[in-house]
């Protein structure tokens, strides 16, 4: 998580585990739009665990 989108860091990584719940919930596929960059093909846990991969930065 890049620190020039974001003033609060800590709660943007903690969106990372809501989002990971509403994955899990089986309400069916969960589709993230943001609005940027290139589209990623992989599903939202694959996605958080690249963010949290990441890191803080």
Same mark, same amino acid.
């Given at each position: 998580?890049? =620190?020039?989108?974001? %003033? #609060?860091?800590? +709660? &943007? $990584?903690? &969106?990372? #585990?809501?989002? #990971?719940?509403? &994955? +899990?919930? +089986?309400?069916g596929?969960?589709?993230? $739009? *943001? !609005? %940027?960059?290139? *589209?990623?093909? !992989?599903?939202? =846990? #694959?996605?958080? =665990?690249?963010? =949290?991969?990441? !890191?803080? %930065?």
């Amino acid at each position: 998580m890049s =620190r020039c989108f974001t %003033h #609060d860091s800590g +709660g &943007a $990584l903690a &969106a990372l #585990d809501r989002l #990971d719940e509403l &994955a +899990g919930e +089986g309400a069916g596929e969960l589709l993230l $739009l *943001p !609005g %940027h960059g290139e *589209p990623f093909t !992989g599903g939202v =846990r #694959d996605a958080t =665990r690249l963010a =949290r991969q990441f !890191g803080v %930065h």
